[in-house]
T-cell receptor
């Protein structure tokens, strides 16, 4: 079945450092979504990427979708303590209704 | 956006018992989903709750263990039957809805279940 791998599982950074999480699928994805889950909270939608090679920015967050539509990354510039949480990618295989989540990357930021 | 509430928010149960979790959405939605998230883990889809027909279960999940009801377009229940400590987890209800022009998933606050 469709799998979505995400690395690293954990990342601890000093405030102000950059952070990147990577997502890789075994199959081509029709789109990929990113979610953030704060400690004790529930996942909240951040963004969706659809096009091959697409890059989208939200303030300090940069999202990329690979040319082959099998991988994606989320990069945070100059992390802040408010960035703490677990970031999940979630992909949908072409024609499938099901959204498959990666295992998530848990980010902690040392002030 | 969709606002989702779940009841109970948490519970501690004895093994062998059953718990029914309720999910209420503030608008009519076609697709409702039930996920399980074990501590520090990712989200695993249990089933899709279909209105007017049986739920569609993912591999590894069966109706006898996780019966689901979907009586209308704003409500669903998930029952965790004959519980064991391995069922201790967070159970999340989710719906699909638009964020602008994008179909995204909205999650309820979750039900934290501990089975002793």
């Amino acid at each position: 079945g469709q799998q979505v791998m995400q690395i690293p599982q954990y990342q601890h950074v000093q405030e102000g450092e950059d952070f990147t999480t990577y997502c890789n699928s075994s199959t081509t994805l029709s789109n990929i979504q990113w979610y953030k889950q704060r400690p004790g909270g529930h996942p909240v939608f951040l963004i969706q990427l659809v096009k091959s090679g697409e890059v989208k920015k939200q303030k300090r967050l940069t999202f990329q979708f690979g040319e082959a539509k099998k991988n994606s990354s989320l990069h945070i510039t100059a992390t802040q303590t408010t960035d703490v949480g677990t970031y999940f990618c979630a992909g949908r295989q072409g024609g499938s209704e099901k959204l498959v989540f990666g295992k998530g990357t848990k980010l902690t930021v040392n002030p | 956006s969709a606002v989702i509430s779940q009841k109970p928010s948490r519970d501690i149960c004895q093994r062998g018992t059953s718990l029914t979790i309720q999910c209420q959405v503030d608008s009519q939605v076609t697709m409702m989903f039930w996920y399980r998230q074990q501590p520090g883990q990712s989200l695993t889809l249990i089933a899709t709750a279909n209105q007017g027909s049986e739920a569609t279960y993912e591999s590894g999940f069966v109706i006898d263990k996780f019966p689901i009801s979907r009586p209308n377009l704003t409500f669903s229940t998930l029952t965790v039957s004959n519980m064991s400590p391995e069922d201790s987890s967070i159970y999340l209800c989710s719906v699909e809805g638009p964020t602008g022009s994008v179909e995204t998933q909205y999650f309820g606050p979750g039900t934290r279940l501990l089975v002793l």
